[in-house]
């Protein structure tokens, strides 16, 4: 099983602390069934952080693989980077592709999201979005997300949303999008060995062999 958004790299987020965290994550993904992961650091204001992301990326792939899981690097791109960046857009693709897994601010208006979904597509990279169900505008009116599906981009669910109740508006947002079909990928954003347990947990329900999640 694939997850495709995790903060395992240590030391250059808000995701795993340090070295002994990262191995414990490692641990727990390989323990729900996972065997590959690409770590998305994220890439916010403080792009500088991207020579140590790199490194310890180097540095944690072997130790990945002698647990059993192929790790491979890919970013968290927030929107406003994109273009101070834009003619560097591809370097921060999820490993191998030219797909550009792309943060939203949690308030940010629709309308800028689309001018900078344009940016990035014209700029020659797919997209996919992550976390839809943590954005204003798509809890306010889901036709938003449909729109961002319309022009290509792929919604990826994170999927502890999923354990909110019913008075959590995100977990509200994400049975919403999950039923109307708009979801089209899942994954465990985890920041924390214990997030790998509590998403095998919020998921169990699911069909997983929907999501086609092949990279
Ligand atoms: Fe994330």
Redesign the pocket.
């Known amino acids: 099983m694939l997850d495709m ?1 995790s ?1 395992v790299i240590y030391g250059v987020d808000d995701g795993s602390t340090d070295r002994d965290m990262s191995l414990a994550m490692l641990r727990a993904a390989r323990s729900i069934g996972i065997d590959t992961i690409i770590a ?1 650091p ?1 890439m916010r204001g403080r792009y500088q952080a991207e020579d140590l992301i790199r490194r310890r990326y180097e540095e944690l792939a072997p130790e990945a693989d002698a647990l059993g899981i192929r790790l491979k690097l890919g970013f ?1 791109f927030h929107y406003s980077l994109c273009l101070e960046l834009k003619d560097r857009l591809r370097e921060f693709c999820l490993d191998g592709t030219e797909t550009l897994l792309l943060e939203f601010d949690f308030n940010g208006s629709a309308g800028v999201c689309e001018r900078v979904i344009d940016m990035v597509q014209r700029a020659g990279c797919d997209i996919i979005v ?1 976390h839809p169900e943590r954005y204003q505008c798509v809890e306010e009116n889901p036709i938003v997300a449909e729109r961002w599906r319309d022009r290509g981009c792929q919604l990826q669910l994170d999927g502890l949303s999923l354990s909110g109740g019913i008075f959590d508006k995100t977990a509200r947002t994400a049975r919403t999008l999950l039923n109307k079909g708009l979801i089209d990928l899942i994954a465990t ?1 985890a920041h924390r060995p214990e997030h790998y347990a509590r998403y095998a947990a919020a998921v169990r329900k699911l069909d997983l062999s929907r999501f086609d999640q092949e990279i």
């Open positions: 958004h903060h998305t994220h968290e992550a954003d």
